[in-house]
């Protein structure tokens, strides 16, 4: 209102300080304080030409009407001003259609009064291309304006927008990550415990001292690996480093899965077949997880299991993954619980699938296809 307010009374004073009355016989005193009145309204309507933009070029176009017909160009600065208001506040269509009602009037205008009075032909056409001109460039400027605004406007609707996408993505990152730890440690202790849990129960039945050193010595090597595991996942979370690996230990643990099976008393066997050479450590990773806990569910949920038999299918296109058991799954190991899930979660980011069901005449088998990356293909 204040930046209003002096452009108001700035314009007021630029216009109408030189625009007088004049004494004469012929009618043009009354022109002149008609355009004096329609130049103060004018000059007034421009406190409010943000919301009224039409109706203050109209009253500036009437007043600068009257000037022409009096031979006065004072109020030139009004009407350039009420133009930048109609271009920068009102429509473009709305705009251009007020300005050339306002040309056309002001050409008619000089056009009759010019062969009515051929003596003020070239004050008039003077004052009408200056009415037109002034008009023009406070349009041209308003237009501007208008599309510096417009621009403005979709910068800082875009950088909303773009911090909006950015707290989701981080979001997103937060749950993936969470989702990611909880599989880590999900495989890590869920494994270790359940094969120390199993060598700690067949100890207490044993009473054979061999075997049961022998099982102690397996409980303290799987507890040591566990602690060795989740150390390396705990420092990956405790880093820094913006460039710390995604998986801390990559390396192919499925000959150590089935040694400690064995060792708990399973007849386990592991039959691979294909090439391996060239799989990324993420994959690599994937195989070793799935056999991992699908070992760990017979070993947990298996009642009478003593046969698990693995294989890995290294072929060209995917590598195949099967573990089956001859047991009867005791509490729904498919649903409720968080292994078979990350095992799913773990294939399909890497574009592949994982299933897990009943085998007959008994068992269970989990089964999943992970795609071989393109370049390891040829």
């Given at each position: 209102?204040?930046?209003?307010?002096?452009?108001?009374?700035?314009?007021?004073?630029?216009?109408?300080?030189p625009?007088?009355?004049?004494?004469?016989?012929?009618?043009?005193?009354?022109?002149?304080?008609?355009?004096l009145?329609?130049?103060?309204i004018?000059?007034?309507?421009?406190?409010?030409?943000?919301?009224?933009?039409?109706a203050?070029?109209a009253?500036?176009?009437?007043?600068?009407?009257?000037?022409?017909?009096?031979?006065?160009?004072?109020?030139?600065?009004?009407?350039g001003?009420a133009?930048?208001?109609?271009?920068?506040?009102?429509?473009?269509?709305?705009?251009?259609?007020?300005?050339?009602?306002?040309?056309?009037?002001?050409?008619?205008?000089?056009?009759?009064?010019?062969?009515?009075?051929?003596g003020?032909?070239?004050?008039?056409?003077a004052?009408?291309?200056?009415?037109?001109?002034?008009a023009?460039?406070?349009?041209l400027?308003?237009?501007?304006a208008?599309s510096?605004?417009?621009?403005?406007?979709?910068l800082?609707d875009l950088?909303?927008?773009?911090?909006?996408?950015?707290?989701?993505?981080?979001?997103?990152?937060?749950?993936?990550?969470?989702?990611?730890i909880?599989?880590?440690?999900?495989?890590?202790?869920a494994?270790s415990?359940?094969v120390?849990?199993?060598?700690?129960?067949?100890?207490?039945?044993?009473v054979d001292?061999?075997r049961?050193r022998e099982?102690?010595?397996?409980i303290?090597?799987?507890?040591?690996?566990?602690?060795r595991?989740?150390?390396?996942?705990?420092?990956?979370?405790r880093?820094?480093?913006?460039?710390?690996?995604?998986?801390?230990?990559?390396?192919?643990?499925?000959?150590e899965?089935?040694?400690?099976?064995?060792?708990?008393?399973?007849a386990?066997?592991?039959?691979t077949?294909g090439?391996?050479?060239?799989?990324?450590?993420?994959?690599t990773?994937?195989?070793?997880?799935?056999?991992?806990?699908?070992?760990?569910?017979?070993?947990?949920?298996?009642?009478?299991?003593?046969?698990?038999?693995a294989?890995i299918?290294?072929?060209?296109?995917?590598?195949?993954?099967?573990?089956?058991?001859?047991?009867?799954?005791?509490?729904?190991?498919?649903?409720?619980?968080?292994g078979?899930?990350g095992?799913?979660e773990?294939?399909?980011?890497?574009g592949?699938?994982c299933?897990?069901?009943?085998?007959?005449?008994?068992?269970?088998?989990?089964?999943?296809i992970?795609p071989?990356?393109?370049?390891?293909?040829?």
């Amino acid at each position: 209102m204040v930046a209003d307010a002096l452009i108001a009374a700035l314009t007021a004073v630029l216009s109408l300080a030189p625009l007088g009355v004049q004494e004469s016989s012929d009618g043009t005193n009354a022109l002149a304080a008609t355009a004096l009145v329609l130049s103060l309204i004018g000059c007034a309507g421009l406190l409010v030409r943000r919301r009224f933009p039409v109706a203050v070029f109209a009253i500036a176009a009437l007043a600068q009407t009257a000037s022409l017909l009096t031979e006065d160009s004072s109020v030139l600065l009004l009407i350039g001003v009420a133009g930048f208001a109609l271009s920068r506040y009102a429509t473009p269509r709305a705009a251009w259609i007020a300005f050339g009602a306002a040309c056309a009037v002001w050409g008619a205008v000089a056009l009759v009064v010019t062969l009515t009075t051929p003596g003020t032909r070239a004050v008039l056409i003077a004052g009408a291309a200056a009415s037109i001109g002034f008009a023009l460039i406070g349009m041209l400027i308003g237009l501007n304006a208008r599309s510096r605004r417009r621009y403005l406007d979709a910068l800082i609707d875009l950088s909303r927008r773009l911090a909006v996408e950015r707290d989701q993505r981080a979001q997103l990152a937060v749950a993936d990550e969470r989702a990611r730890i909880a599989r880590e440690l999900h495989d890590i202790v869920a494994h270790s415990l359940t094969v120390m849990v199993t060598l700690a129960e067949g100890i207490s039945a044993s009473v054979d001292a061999d075997r049961i050193r022998e099982g102690s010595r397996a409980i303290s090597a799987t507890g040591r690996d566990a602690l060795r595991d989740m150390r390396a996942t705990l420092g990956v979370l405790r880093s820094t480093d913006d460039e710390a690996p995604l998986h801390p230990t990559v390396r192919d643990t499925t000959a150590e899965t089935v040694d400690a099976a064995r060792t708990a008393g399973f007849a386990v066997t592991l039959t691979t077949s294909g090439d391996p050479a060239g799989i990324d450590s993420a994959v690599t990773l994937a195989v070793s997880r799935i056999v991992q806990e699908a070992v760990t569910n017979v070993m947990r949920h298996a009642s009478g299991a003593s046969r698990i038999d693995a294989a890995i299918d290294y072929g060209r296109d995917a590598i195949e993954i099967r573990v089956q058991d001859d047991g009867v799954a005791q509490g729904a190991p498919n649903g409720g619980g968080f292994g078979l899930r990350g095992l799913r979660e773990r294939a399909e980011l890497l574009g592949g699938t994982c299933e897990a069901g009943p085998v007959r005449p008994r068992g269970w088998e989990v089964r999943a296809i992970i795609p071989r990356p393109e370049r390891n293909r040829e």
